[in-house]
């Protein structure tokens, strides 16, 4: 073997062993992190949220109609109340890690879109028991959407920020949506402990 050869066998070799690297540090990386610069936190929280609006199991439900909610293309007037369950990846079987409860209101009588009042709860990782609370114009039709974060608490207290929702999968059959989110939460205080585990 010439030393061409062997030089072109090592390459690929210490290529495909920090591609496999990469791979398994992005498959390791957290729903949650935080970044600090002065005296604010910024943190990332990327999760699933699984919208069930039938059957037995179902997060998600009607509450009220306006007038004309059944004869408008866009559903217009319609109050949704749900309390989805959260996790960390798009399986309903995978970690929940949060829940997400809130309402939308159908306010658009050309296309589908809702007002959104959502507030992730934190069920699990250092931010247990923390508050983000999310709101805006929800048009689903659109492949990514933004929202704004209007505020939290407990560690999330006064916060600001913006979220980026996409939806992950449909189930026509059962009704059942996974939305994909990605949340950007910036605080005014100093990271702790707590932030850097």
Same mark, same amino acid.
């Given at each position: ?9 090592? #390459? ?8 496999? &690297?990469? &791979?398994?540090? @992005?498959?390791?990386?957290?729903? %949650? +992190?935080? %970044? ?10 990327? %999760? ?7 059957? !037995?199991?179902?997060? #998600? ?27 960390? @990846?798009?399986? #309903?079987?995978? *970690? *929940? ?23 992730? %709860?934190?069920?699990?990782? !250092? ?11 929800? +048009?689903? &039709?659109?492949?990514?959407? *933004? ?5 939290? @608490? ?8 913006? &979220? ?6 449909? *189930? ?15 605080? !005014? ?9």
């Amino acid at each position: 073997m010439n030393n061409l050869t062997l030089f072109s066998l090592l #390459l690929t070799i210490a290529t495909l062993l920090t591609a496999t &690297a990469t &791979a398994a540090a @992005a498959s390791d990386t957290p729903w %949650f +992190q935080t %970044f600090c610069q002065g005296n604010k936190a910024t943190t990332k929280l990327h %999760f699933y949220v699984h919208d069930i609006r039938a059957g !037995p199991n179902a997060t #998600l439900f009607n509450v009220a109609n306006s007038s004309i909610t059944n004869t408008s293309p866009t559903g217009f007037g319609r109050v949704n109340v749900f309390d989805d369950k959260v996790t960390v @990846a798009p399986d #309903l079987g995978s *970690e *929940e890690v949060a829940r997400g409860q809130g309402t939308t209101t159908s306010m658009d009588l050309n296309v589908q879109a809702y007002s959104m009042n959502l507030n992730f %709860f934190l069920t699990s990782g !250092p931010y247990k028991g923390s508050t983000v609370t999310i709101n805006g114009r929800n +048009q689903f &039709a659109d492949a990514t959407r *933004e929202l704004f974060v209007v505020g939290g @608490a407990g560690a999330f207290r006064n916060a600001r920020g913006y &979220a980026i929702t996409s939806s992950y999968s449909y *189930e026509e059959v059962n009704n059942y949506s996974v939305l994909e989110y990605t949340v950007y939460v910036t605080t !005014p205080r100093r990271c702790s402990y707590i932030d850097r585990a």
